[in-house]
Structure formats: C-alpha cells, structure tokens
C-alpha cells in the first residue's frame, strides 16, 4: 500500500530508542526523510548507524534535551535549514519519574511538566504554523494508557500525560480546516527501557523480582503478552498516512486489550 508520504519530512523525539527509534524506522522505511533526537549524542549516533545499515538512509539526528527550550529550538532551526521543512512531528517523551502524590514535590511536578507537556507544546508552537502555510501537516503525540485508565503509583503520568490530550483535542479543531490532523497513540505495556525501570522500581516496593512484575503485567493483557515498540509505530505510520487524512482529535490505544472502558 502506498501511504503517500514519501519524500515527507519526519521529525520523532526521543527517537533514539524503544518506541521512539521504531517510529523513525517505519517512517523511513516509507520513504520519509526522517531527523531524530534525544538528549544523549552516543546513543543517536548507534540508533543512526542502526537505521542506516537497515535502510542504507542515515537519518538527520540532533542532541537534545527535551525540558530545555533553546535545545527545542536549535533542534527545529537545524531540521528546518536542513531539509526546508518539517511535514511530520512526532512527539514522543520517556516517561516521568514514577510516584504517588506524598512521593512528588514542586521539582517533580515542574520537571515532569516540561518533559511531557510543555516540550510538545513547543514542538507545535515551532512547526505547526508553517504546516499551517502549506496546508498540509501531521502531528502525533505518543502518550500512554495513563490517559485513558490511570496506573497506580504514575501521578505525573496519569496528569500530565492527560493535559497532552487536552492540548492536542483543541489544537485539532483550530487547524483541521489547513488539512492538518493532531491525533494521539496510547500504549499500553511495551518492551522498553522505561517498562523494565518500571518493574524494578515496583519489585523494590513489593519485594518480586522484575521478571515477575512483568510476567504479572503480561498477565493483565487480553492477548497475555506485551507489546513490541514495532507494533505501537505501525499505528504512528497509520496516522502519517494520507489513509488518515479524515482521522484526527483522537486518541488511539493500542494496548493488546487492556483498556477496560468501552
């Protein structure tokens, strides 16, 4: 199938790894020219290499971080005086540090604030005015099944995540008339870094190895596994595509089953 955006320009944030990486991958793979970024240089440059050995295209890649807002800048300014534009923006963030309410304080609240909130908001307020001139564009945030069932001990996830998807169904009805779609993809359990951090931080409290934490989430799964990075960028490509042109203020889960709402 042809999904009509070869010689697209991609830009995926913390794209170096796990979700993120898998994303640059499929978006390469179809032809788009893709900029990835994080915050750590050495592992940009392997997830390069990776992507070039694959695909013989060595993506545009660029450091960083994305709770500071001048790196978001430079991020955009070098992407745009490269390439000339940015079709595509894929939010994508690690998780926030994991707690109850009585374990945050300020610090936690506003770091989390900038990592998973206001960087995608910065993205857009960079990229999403130019989409606006050529009437064309695609903005996808990756959030998590926090936005649609809150987990235990993820306060800043379960909130800030949530505020994602407030931002993105607004943002979405002011730029659908430029044929513009803002969508947003929730995970559910993936094989990640942040997954396996995830279970060792509850094996800690509940005194169960990680292997155990993880054996136990497979088991809250209909289909009684979990996911791939792989299959959560099949459904970020889907929403790339011209096939979605009409799909847009959503928020997909792609979760193996696990959302229990209707």
């Known amino acids: 199938m042809d999904l ?13 790894k796990g979700i993120g990486k898998a994303v640059a991958e499929d978006l390469t793979s179809e032809g788009c020219i893709v900029a990835i970024c994080s915050r750590n240089k050495e592992d940009l440059i392997n997830a390069a290499s990776d992507i070039k050995r694959k695909f013989n295209v060595e993506p545009f890649w660029a450091v960083c971080d994305l709770n500071k807002q001048k790196d978001i800048e430079n991020t955009v300014d070098s992407v745009t005086r490269q390439f000339g534009k940015i079709d595509i923006l894929v939010n994508n963030c690690g998780g926030p540090e994991a707690g109850n309410f009585r374990d945050l304080n300020d610090v936690n609240w506003q770091s989390a604030f900038e990592q998973v909130l206001l ?9 999403v005015p130019e989409m606006i001139l050529r009437e064309w564009g695609r903005v996808i945030n990756i959030t998590s099944l926090t ?3 809150p987990a235990d001990n993820l306060m800043l ?11 993105a169904k607004s943002l979405s009805n002011e730029v659908a008339k430029y044929n513009i779609t803002v969508n947003n993809i929730a995970p559910g359990y993936t094989l ?33 596994r979990l996911a791939s990075p792989d299959e959560i960028a099949s459904s970020v490509l889907f ?3 011209k096939q979605a042109s009409y799909i847009t203020g959503n928020t997909i ?10």
């Open 4 to 16: 009509g955006i070869k010689g697209k320009v991609a830009l995926v944030t913390a794209s170096s």
């Open 119 to 127: 960087s995608a908001i910065r993205f857009c307020n960079l990229i």
């Open 147 to 149: 936005v649609l069932q």
């Open 157 to 167: 996830s379960n909130s800030l995540r949530t505020g994602l998807i407030g931002f």
């Open 192 to 224: 990640t870094n942040r997954l396996y951090d995830l279970a060792v931080h509850n094996g800690k409290k509940s005194g169960k190895s990680h292997e155990e934490i993880l054996a136990e989430m497979a088991k809250e799964i209909p289909m009684n």
């Open 239 to 241: 929403l790339a595509s």
């Open 253 to 262: 889960h792609v979760d193996g089953g696990l959302i229990k709402g209707i």
